[in-house]
């Protein structure tokens, strides 16, 4: 398949300092009728030409793993502006969503220092692209979405 990459750059934000970039990120998401929950806020934007194409919502929660230790859970929500699909930007984002967990995650890891990443993907065109970034199918549900995990 043929298609033209973005020239595109992401960036972590501030939604406190960079509230612009914050703004138009979730007007992407509200045109892609993704709504990130109530832990998430947005941490990085893909923009090109200062228009934000893209963006990162992510937070951790808490629970346990399959042994009953406390595992800190990262968690992430994706979206791309509808003109700006199958140009690289998506894997751009999850690559800084993945940076951004490898980062924070001593952080968060609590007493037992397990940690892992845990997504609700809704769009089974992203389930191969998650798996090359080494994510494992956790359980698939109704409408083709599933849930991802990679762990580390």
Known sequence: MWYIRAKHQVQEIDIEEDWDDAEAAESVFRAGNIR???TKNITHVAKENDDVIGAVSSGWCYGENYEGKG??????DLAVDKQHR?????????EAAIRYYNNTKEAYAGVDGYSMIRIWVVNPHLFSTLENF???LESMHAGDSAHYVRYG
């Open 36 to 38: 990130c929950d109530s």
């Open 71 to 76: 595992v800190a859970i990262f968690s992430f």
């Open 86 to 94: 199958k140009k690289g930007v998506g894997k751009s984002l999850i």
């Open 134 to 136: 080494g994510f494992e």
